[in-house]
């Protein structure tokens, strides 16, 4: 442990709220002790349950904001029947080239957003490209512990994992079995086209798919028909419009909102119009009605989890871990009771009381705050009333 009186250089506390050097839940730690009096003052805390508060912090924090908009492209051949599409591993599956029976992604054109490059590229991630049973694993008490429900297809594993899995079964190669998930960057002037970057879907600190948290719009398009230029909407819109520029003839606006309802409430009755189901806990969308033998795409409105290390950088996980972290020290010192210290006085027992108090402030704050979810949410359109 280094001593109290070692003082950290400054260059360590050179920070900003987008050049943050909360970078680790260590560094997080070190903040939070700080804050409570330590090294100054013993702080009645272990690190497992500081660290515990960090977490819950992140989870609370992720629930209601930190996570950001993205789209995808739609392709209804990419759609399982009856089950869905997975979006967590569509989004990384199609940067990836990943050809798969099951999955159907491929090809020389990506979809999804393109990649983003992190201040720390971590080793390279591997997908697997294939389901292997727990079974194959019983030969090694290592592996069957960390693998102890086999590998599905599409998980995440460092290369570390990787090389232990392919020694034991030299039929599970880095060809086969594994795919590395980086990818080359697109060369441009002046820079070296051998550098690699790294999707921006995986949370390589958890080793992990970035979920999606919800789907909020999908638009369906066409490649075929005279629609896809000229559609019954754009004609009534420049009906209205002549009839008002050029003489009393054609649509008027009372008749155009009137055709729109109708055209509404036939493409639901119809079923024209796709409706869509998610689930965040599967991260499988469903469509209804679903895709038959018609092929059609579409783009997809999303909103993804932050990675965990975007998360930690956030002020209010740091105040609410704060809070967390006061309670913890201020039941530890509760049990000391009126315990004199040496200086003549007595532990602090009011900071129980104080991080109660804040954590309940913070959790208003995230959910009925002027700016709710910390302006993650959409604003509000318009007020009726």
Request: net charge negative.
């Amino acid at each position: 442990m280094a001593s109290a009186c070692e003082i950290t250089p400054l260059s360590a506390f050179l920070s900003t709220n987008l050049n943050n050097r909360m970078d680790t839940y260590g560094r997080l730690g070190d903040r939070i002790k700080r804050s409570l009096g330590y090294p100054l003052v013993s702080v009645e805390i272990h690190p497992d349950q500081l660290n515990e508060n960090i977490q819950i912090a992140c989870e609370y924090f992720t629930k209601f904001a930190g996570y950001t908009r993205e789209y995808m492209i739609f392709d209804s051949a990419l759609y399982e029947r009856d089950k869905g599409i997975r979006l967590d591993l569509l989004y990384t599956l199609a940067n990836t080239d990943l050809n798969t029976a099951a999955r159907k992604v491929g090809g020389t054109n990506p979809l999804g957003p393109s990649s983003e490059a992190y201040l720390e590229t971590p080793e390279v991630v591997y997908i697997s490209q294939t389901e292997v049973l727990s079974s194959v694993f019983a030969g090694s008490n290592a592996l069957s512990a960390a693998v102890e429900d086999g590998i599905e297809e599409g998980e995440l594993f460092d290369h570390t994992l990787v090389s232990q899995i392919t020694a034991l079964d030299t039929t599970l190669d880095n060809i086969t079995a594994f795919k590395p998930s980086r990818r080359k960057t697109i060369p441009q002037e002046g820079v070296d086209g051998d550098d690699t970057l790294y999707q921006n879907v995986f949370d390589y600190d958890i080793m992990d798919y970035r979920k999606v948290v919800e789907v909020t719009d999908f638009e369906q398009g066409s490649s075929q028909g005279i629609n896809t230029l000229f559609t019954i909407e754009q004609t009534m819109a420049q009906q209205t419009y002549f009839s008002y520029a050029m003489g009393n003839y054609g649509f008027d606006l009372v008749s155009w909102y009137t055709m729109k309802e109708w055209m509404d409430t036939r493409e639901k009755v119809l079923g024209l119009k796709k409706d869509l189901v998610f689930d965040p806990r599967s991260q499988y969308l469903k469509v209804y009605p679903q895709p038959k033998t018609e092929r059609y795409y579409g783009v997809i409105a999303c909103y993804l989890e932050r990675p965990i290390r975007d998360v930690i950088k956030e002020q209010w996980v740091y105040e609410y871990a704060q809070a967390l972290s006061m309670i913890t020290v201020g039941r530890v010192r509760g049990k000391f009771g009126q315990v004199s210290l040496l200086g003549g006085g007595a532990l602090n027992s009011d900071l129980l009381q104080e991080g109660v108090q804040k954590k309940a402030d913070l959790e208003a704050k995230l959910l009925e705050g002027a700016s709710a979810g910390f302006g993650d949410s959409d604003p509000t359109m318009f007020i009726i009333g």
